[in-house]
């Protein structure tokens, strides 16, 4: 009797491992699901990145003005305006620079023979300066203008807008002296844009 009431609950204890077992896998299942939905599933908390946080520098909110100014700072206007400053210092000092190597420089085309006196040649030179400059204060307001708009209208920075942003400088450079001189200025312009961009970047 008593072996048939063992043998009856060891039959009972073993029909009721699996069930148990199957519960503890069943329950390790659910526990590494939910460890996962916390880890990389959709309830996993957002951390602030915040430098402070992570042990670098203080990072302090940027105020209104600040960020008027930065806006300003990255409009195409203000672009333009730095590009024509830069190109008309930089086309002084290089018709400066021209001109100081120039041996005709002061010359009187009429009397060839005649010794320029230093007043004529500081005069020539500071014609010479005045058109490298306006020239390039042109090209260059005229070159960030156009390339800060394809910029803004591809939603791309990268070399394209320079070689586009070049031949529609040098296009419509070109275009006063001819469709012949607006077309090679286009493409003197791009590639020289390209080479500009792949010796920068």
Known sequence: MASTVDGGNGSVSDSRLPSSANSSYEGSTFQYSM????????????????PTVMGGLPNPMKT??????ERGMESCAFKAVLACVGGFVL???????????????????????????????????????????????VIGAMFSCTECIIES??????????VHSGCVT????????????????????AAFSAAIEYYLR
């Not at 209208?153 to 320079?162: E, I, L």
């Not at 040098?170 to 312009?189: D, P, T």
């Open 170 to 189: 040098g296009g419509a450079i070109g275009f006063r002296a001819g469709a012949k001189a607006g077309v090679l200025g286009c493409g003197g312009f």
């Open 91 to 137: 086309g002084g000092a290089f018709g400066v620079f021209t001109a100081g190597i120039d041996t005709n420089v002061g010359f009187d085309p009429k009397d060839p023979m005649k010794t320029p006196s230093a007043r004529e040649v500081l005069k020539d030179m500071g014609q010479r300066g005045m058109s490298y400059t306006k020239n390039f204060a």
């Open 153 to 162: 209208h591809r939603g791309r920075s990268d070399w394209k807008n320079a």
């Open 35 to 50: 460890l996962l939905e916390h880890l990389v599933g959709e309830k996993r908390p957002i951390k602030d990145l915040n």
């Open 64 to 69: 209104d003005d600040q960020k008027m100014i």
